[in-house]
């Protein structure tokens, strides 16, 4: 019976959803060289994000953190018209919110605020992007704000393990870098690298800009060309993507004090713009649930096994696990995608996950800050911000057998990684497999 009225609130949710952007389709227009994608938002919300493209390939590996020590800075350092606390003192008094954010493919600074302090929020913007202050004293305390995040981050396990495989899987490529730097790295940047960094990736082809709002069109167009008024056009850039392929099963171990073992593996992912993209995002949702069951219900050998689809420039599937016994793990993850490779999944748990993230994904954009984060990363990694819109329906069109072929066409070789007691594993089993010639993840 719950079950049936959440479909049917899903339903509802769904249809409203869909019946108000018909009304109000996005779209896109270009202002001074810039793209700039608006979606009007029928509420009194203004949120507005301006993408710079790039994130790990704007820099060197012994670069890494400065772009995220910059974003940092456009507000924490203040502006030249406004010190750190009188430019937040100002958004505090509005319950609006300027910041930045590094992820691996791009930057994003963001604004949010109601509508009617828009002409008090805008300015502080514009002052962050074109005007930041980097002063010297508060450069000082980001930087060691974000050196002590790092150290805090490697004391955590889970992050510990992630940032470990990334070096490991993805050595020589860009992905192996951490946008969040290293206390060594960080320490040595200093305020002229930073402040001359973000002025070489703070240009016209590095920038799109995403307003979800209701605004006229003009005032769009009028705001974002007086914020665009003497910022460079920078040299032509595009997004690199490459294709990772796993060529054979690799393990890397640190020994760690640990009150358990931590086992990350990493394998292909099909690029942005490939046919079976979709088809695979479904399958690694199926196989978290079946991966879950698994390991943890059925075996208990983890409280919290995951399985994760990781897009970006470059894709991959994600394995993760904590337990005392990994050598039992890696029999059950063999056995598990052994079965899978062989009979597949079956129609009704394409269609139930094809339900489900279909109605997660609707949910997730609630709020015109999702929207517009949903903008972004389509189009930083994508190149194609409207695959936003259309989704929900690729997804609905998928076919048993092209969530089954993505599946084994993608998981085959692995690099695992293991951080933890090293007595307590044998590599061989995750480098030769535990089935024999048959083991799928073993050629």
Same mark, same amino acid.
């Given at each position: 019976?719950?079950?049936?009225?959440?479909?049917?609130?899903?339903?509802?949710?769904?249809?409203?959803?869909?019946?108000?952007?018909?009304?109000?389709?996005?779209?896109?227009?270009?202002?001074?060289?810039?793209?700039?994608?608006?979606?009007?938002?029928?509420?009194?919300?203004?949120?507005?994000?301006?993408?710079?493209?790039? @994130?790990?390939?704007?820099?060197?590996?012994?670069?890494?953190?400065?772009?995220?020590?910059?974003?940092?800075?456009?507000?924490?350092?203040?502006?030249?018209?406004?010190?750190?606390?009188?430019?937040?003192?100002?958004?505090?008094?509005?319950?609006?919110?300027?910041?930045?954010?590094?992820?691996?493919?791009?930057?994003?600074?963001?604004?949010?605020?109601?509508?009617?302090?828009?002409?008090?929020?805008?300015?502080?913007?514009?002052?962050?992007?074109?005007?930041?202050?980097?002063?010297?004293?508060?450069?000082? &305390?980001?930087?060691?704000?974000?050196?002590?995040?790092?150290?805090?981050?490697?004391?955590?396990?889970?992050?510990?393990?992630?940032?470990?495989?990334?070096?490991?899987?993805?050595?020589?490529?860009?992905?192996?870098?951490?946008?969040?730097?290293?206390?060594?790295?960080?320490?040595?940047?200093?305020?002229?690298?930073?402040?001359?960094?973000?002025?070489?990736?703070?240009?016209?082809?590095?920038?799109?800009?995403?307003? =979800?709002?209701?605004?006229?069109?003009?005032?769009?167009?009028?705001?974002?060309?007086?914020?665009?008024?003497?910022?460079?056009?920078?040299?032509?850039?595009?997004?690199k993507k490459s294709f990772f392929r796993v060529y054979k099963n690799t393990f890397s171990s640190e020994p760690r004090q640990l009150a358990t073992n931590y086992i990350v593996g990493?394998?292909?992912?099909?690029?942005?713009?490939?046919?079976?993209?979709?088809?695979?995002?479904?399958?690694?949702?199926?196989?978290?649930?079946?991966?879950?069951?698994?390991? &943890?219900?059925?075996?208990?050998?983890?409280?919290?096994? @995951?399985?994760?689809?990781?897009? @970006?420039?470059?894709?991959?599937?994600?394995f993760t696990v904590s337990t005392t016994q990994p050598d039992k793990y890696i029999a059950v993850f063999d056995k598990l995608v052994d079965q899978i490779k062989k009979t597949g999944?079956?129609?009704?748990?394409?269609?139930?996950?094809?339900?489900?993230?279909?109605?997660?994904?609707?949910?997730?954009?609630?709020?015109?800050?999702?929207?517009?984060?949903?903008?972004?990363?389509?189009?930083?990694?994508?190149?194609?911000?409207?695959?936003?819109?259309?989704?929900?329906?690729?997804?609905?069109?998928?076919?048993?057998?092209? =969530?089954?072929?993505?599946?084994?066409?993608?998981? @085959?070789?692995?690099?695992?990684?293991?951080?933890?007691?090293?007595?307590?594993?044998?590599?061989?089993?995750?480098?030769?497999?535990?089935l024999g010639v048959d083991n799928p993840v073993s050629h």
């Open positions: 019976m719950k079950r049936k009225i959440f479909i049917l609130l899903a339903a509802a949710f769904l249809y409203n959803f869909n019946a108000a952007f018909a009304q109000k389709p996005a779209y896109e227009m270009t202002v001074d060289g810039v793209k700039v994608i608006v979606q009007p938002s029928g509420n009194e919300i203004v949120e507005i994000q301006t993408l710079i493209k790039g @994130g790990v390939q704007n820099y060197p590996e012994s670069k890494q953190g400065i772009e995220a020590l910059a974003m940092n800075a456009l507000t924490e350092c203040g502006t030249l018209k406004h010190d750190k606390n009188t430019f937040k003192n100002i958004l505090d008094k509005v319950s609006a919110y300027v910041y930045g954010q590094t992820f691996k493919d791009y930057s994003v600074v963001r604004m949010n605020c109601i509508k009617t302090d828009f002409s008090t929020v805008w300015p502080l913007y514009v002052e962050a992007l074109k005007e930041p202050a980097f002063d010297a004293k508060e450069f000082a &305390r980001v930087k060691q704000d974000a050196i002590n995040a790092v150290k805090d981050a490697d004391s955590r396990p889970d992050e510990a393990i992630s940032n470990y495989a990334n070096k490991v899987a993805f050595a020589g490529r860009d992905y192996a870098k951490n946008p969040q730097g290293t206390p060594e790295i960080l320490q040595s940047l200093t305020l002229d690298e930073v402040k001359n960094y973000y002025k070489s990736v703070f240009v016209k082809s590095h920038l799109t800009i995403v307003v =979800v709002a209701d605004m006229d069109k003009s005032e769009i167009e009028t705001k974002v060309r007086g914020m665009l008024a003497g910022v460079k056009q920078g040299s032509p850039y595009q997004l990493i394998t292909s992912g099909p690029m942005p713009g490939t046919p079976d993209y979709d088809a695979f995002l479904v399958a690694m949702r199926i196989f978290y649930d079946r991966h879950f069951l698994e390991v &943890r219900t059925n075996n208990g050998l983890s409280y919290a096994p @995951g399985a994760s689809f990781n897009n @970006g420039s470059l894709s991959y599937a994600k999944f079956t129609a009704d748990e394409v269609k139930n996950m094809k339900s489900t993230y279909v109605t997660s994904f609707y949910y997730r954009l609630e709020t015109n800050a999702a929207q517009a984060g949903s903008f972004v990363s389509n189009e930083a990694i994508h190149s194609n911000w409207r695959r936003s819109l259309t989704l929900a329906e690729d997804v609905k069109k998928l076919t048993v057998a092209q =969530v089954n072929d993505a599946f084994r066409k993608y998981i @085959g070789n692995m690099v695992w990684v293991y951080q933890g007691d090293t007595k307590k594993v044998n590599p061989l089993l995750y480098t030769n497999g535990t």
